[in-house]
């Protein structure tokens, strides 16, 4: 049973971050009350520094590695390392 259950997040885990747009939100409203963005206002942060992994490359090896045949024991050793 707790098989199933681990089996049914990770599946609706996976399900939830394929269904994620990586649209901009709205902007924001200006206001006459907003303060001035001075020039000494840092940079933005690059999002994903070049070469890190993404969820996408964990989710393709996810794919070549389990498969019907070792699901139960892939399955295992996920719940030992989660269990440590």
Do not use: H, W
């Not at 001035?36 to 794919?63: N, R």
């Not at 389990?66 to 399955?75: G, K, R, S």
């Amino acid at each position: 049973m707790n098989r199933f259950i681990v089996l049914c997040l990770v599946s609706a885990i996976a399900a939830g971050c394929k269904g994620k747009s990586d649209a901009e939100p709205p902007p924001l409203p200006s206001t006459a009350a907003a303060p001035a963005v001075s020039a000494a206002a840092p940079a933005a942060a690059p999002a994903a520094v070049a070469g890190s992994p993404t969820p996408e490359d964990y989710e393709q090896q996810a794919i070549d590695e389990i498969n019907p045949q070792n699901i139960d024991t892939e399955l295992d050793k996920l719940e030992k390392e989660i269990g440590q």
